[in-house]
């Protein structure tokens, strides 16, 4: 019948997209790998990690910074993780029926030229785990909360760098 809420909603729209271009909104990623950031995370090494969580954080992080082939290392990553399993579902028994898996990173990336440490910061997450009969069934789940929460935390750092990437750019006035 009317078209009237059609049109405020096309202006409503209109209106939205000029707001947000005057913003100064700009992708983090421009340029694609090409782009600033991403060549700058190029030069970044992640230190080896101890233990199981450690070496699927690495691999996790080396797998998201992805080092551009012969250019030149210019910071080292150094991250230290703290990994917990907490039971918190008891029932009237004292048997545990639920479990929560933390893992909490605190990373900081040396610039190699100095030795300075230019940023310094934690990154962390956790997951839920279901408590059941089957011992096996309960260990793989560890397992598989460990492998989802180092991709988790590795990407929560990787966007960590890429904004301290993007704001060293900036302030060199590139």
Same mark, same amino acid.
């Given at each position: 019948m009317s078209k009237l809420p059609a049109i405020k909603g096309n202006i409503v729209l209109l209106a939205a997209c000029f707001? %947000?271009?005057s913003?100064? *909104?700009?992708?983090?990623? /421009?340029?694609?790998?090409?782009?600033? +950031?991403?060549?700058? &995370?190029?030069?970044?090494e992640v230190e080896p990690i101890a233990g199981?969580?450690?070496? %699927?954080?690495?691999?996790? *992080?080396?797998?998201?910074? /992805?080092?551009?082939?012969?250019?030149? +290392?210019?910071?080292? &990553?150094?991250v230290e993780l703290d990994d917990k399993i907490a039971g918190f579902g008891v029932r009237s028994n004292d048997r545990i029926t639920r479990e929560r898996r933390t893992l909490r990173a605190r990373y900081q990336l040396v610039r190699l030229s100095d030795d300075a440490?230019?940023?310094?910061?934690?990154?962390?997450?956790?997951?839920?785990?279901?408590?059941?009969?089957?011992?096996y069934a309960t260990v793989v789940a560890e397992e598989t909360?460990?492998?989802n929460l180092s991709v988790r935390?590795?990407?929560?750092?990787?966007?960590r760098l890429s904004l301290f990437a993007r704001e060293q750019t900036a302030d060199s006035g590139n």
């Open positions: 707001l %947000l271009a913003c100064g *909104l700009q992708p983090l990623y /421009s340029g694609g790998t090409n782009g600033v +950031v991403a060549s700058s &995370l190029g030069h970044v199981k969580a450690g070496w %699927l954080m690495r691999n996790a *992080l080396n797998d998201q910074l /992805s080092t551009i082939e012969g250019s030149e +290392v210019k910071y080292r &990553l150094v440490v230019v940023l310094d910061a934690t990154a962390g997450s956790d997951a839920g785990i279901d408590v059941v009969s089957s011992e909360a460990l492998e935390v590795a990407d929560q750092i990787v966007k």
